[in-house]
């Protein structure tokens, strides 16, 4: 589970340029759900993705810009040291169920999501005609039928549905 995190889908509406989202989509990679804390290291974004630390603290400023559900994407306090939080993410988190040091509920909804999900692909499953063969045998045999069987297959019933097409071009 270490390439899982959670993102709010809201944040697709939010004006970012494609490296503004990834860095976003970094930090959400990097927030603990469990403390509501973030980890923001600029040395770490910089290099990264690339750029100078001013570059990272003015994206960063920018977040403080942005709203998502009527909150900041970053907000950033500076006493003695610099501290980050992410106010939009952890009410994103909250509506799922995600508690400060309690996430149990959390990942029980992610999970159960995960299920229907699950069940869902179960009913997509496809019934193929002549699903054992590989597309050279499928076109072997497609080209041993008549004209008048090939036009009623609809190609949706071949794994391969490109030889379909092409048996009954190189019949014409």
């Not at 559900?69 to 970053?74: A, G, S, T």
């Not at 009623?152 to 391969?160: C, F, G, R, S």
Request: glycine share 2%.
């Amino acid at each position: 589970m270490s390439n899982f995190y959670l993102s709010d889908p809201n944040i697709l509406t939010a004006p970012l340029t494609v490296q503004e989202f990834k860095i976003y989509n970094y930090l959400c990679k990097n927030y603990n759900v469990q403390k509501h804390t973030a980890y923001v290291r600029l040395v770490d974004i910089a290099g990264l993705f690339q750029l100078q630390t001013k570059e990272v603290e003015e994206i960063l400023i920018k977040f403080c810009q942005i709203k998502v559900n009527d909150l900041p994407l970053i907000n950033i306090t500076k006493e003695k040291y610099t501290t980050y939080s992410m106010p939009s993410h952890k009410k994103f988190l909250e509506q799922i169920g995600f508690k400060q040091n309690n996430s149990y509920k959390g990942f029980k909804a992610i999970n159960g999501y995960l299920k229907q999900l699950g069940e869902q692909e179960k009913e997509i499953i496809k019934k193929y005609i002549y699903p054992t063969l590989d597309q050279y045998e499928l076109q072997d045999k497609l080209e041993e039928l008549p004209i008048e069987e090939l036009k009623k297959i609809n190609p949706e019933q071949l794994k391969y549905k490109w030889i379909l097409r092409d048996v009954i071009k190189a019949r014409a």
